[in-house]
Nanobody
Framework: QVQLVESGGDLVQPGASLTLSCASSNRNFSEYAMAWFRQTPGKERVFVGSITRAGGIRYYADTVKGRFTISRDNTKNTMYLQMDRLKSEDTALYYC???????????????????WGQGTQVTVSS
């Protein structure tokens, strides 16, 4: 069973930046598309962004496009989410996920998730 571990969540003020990490135990990390999702209490988990296996193509939800950047380092089996100009509505529990499907299938809701992380809390508040 592949283990994904998110870290980097914190309490920050509006307008601040924060970087989340997702470390994978999968030695074949580079063979999987990866994605970030987020969830607030009482609501469904929603797509934030995804990245292809080699990291060359990224997809983003409209709500974060231009502010968030996904990257990955396949030599470290780690994916990142750089979040800039944070807003209060970005407050959520952030999860990473892996799939043997494509990054675009993550965006379209068609990806079968192989593994989920446990989540890391991001709170944006003054």
């Amino acid at each position: 069973q592949v283990q994904l571990v998110e870290s980097g969540g914190d309490l920050v003020q509006p307008g601040a930046s924060l970087t989340l990490s997702c470390a994978s135990s999968n030695r074949n990390f580079s063979e999987y598309a990866m994605a970030w999702f987020r969830q607030t209490p009482g609501k469904e988990r929603v797509f934030v962004g995804s990245i292809t296996r080699a990291g060359g193509i990224r997809y983003y939800a409209d709500t974060v496009k231009g502010r968030f950047t996904i990257s990955r380092d396949n030599t470290k089996n780690t994916m990142y989410l750089q979040m800039d100009r944070l807003k209060s509505e970005d407050t959520a529990l952030y999860y990473c996920a892996s799939s043997s499907a494509t990054a675009s299938e993550f965006r379209n809701g068609a990806a079968t998730i192989d593994s989920w992380g446990q989540g890391t809390q991001v709170t944006v508040s003054s």
